[in-house]
């Protein structure tokens, strides 16, 4: 991954199992499964799992490519790690300021990417702009789009253990239905 400190703030845990979580910031199913992330890191042990954060824009949301890039600088910024959740939790938290109705209706439509960018940083605390337009942000959108299409990922969000996708994996499981895909319980 090109930036060092982004690698960081997208990776919770330190343990041998690998897991991949590939999400877009205004899936509701992407964030359904990063509410648990944390629970999952807990019950699993820090030392025994590693949750890397894949960040994935999808043609279908339309203002995803933003939102993506918010995220991913958020990653690059001091407390990267911090931003990043913070980032997150108000995409997630209040999705109907980044997700047109079905799509391709409504009021959002006449909203700008300047716009939005500023309602992320309004909603979340994290100033993003400076970091937002900085070239290695685009190198590591560009990376992460790579990698899950390197990996066959196409929607989110997806779970893959140790470069193994796991196709029964759900953001409708319990924490404890994860354990058990993934090998902890």
Known sequence: MPV????QALTWGHGPKVLDVFLEPT?????KAYAKLPALLTAAG???LTIRLRIQSQPWHM????????VLAASTLPHGRDAVMH???AIFNHRDAFEPQDHCKGELLNAS???ILGKIESLSGVQLKSAFFEDHVTTLQKWHARYARQNGI???PTFMLDGIVIADMSSGDEVSDWLQ???FA
């Open 4 to 7: 060092t400190n982004a690698n």
């Open 154 to 156: 196409h929607v989110s």
């Open 46 to 48: 820090e030392n025994k």
């Open 63 to 70: 203002f995803s490519p933003i939102t993506t890039r918010a």
């Open 113 to 115: 990417a300047a716009q």
């Open 87 to 89: 980032v997150l939790s």
């Open 27 to 31: 899936c509701p199913f992407s964030g």
């Open 181 to 183: 895909k993934l090998g």
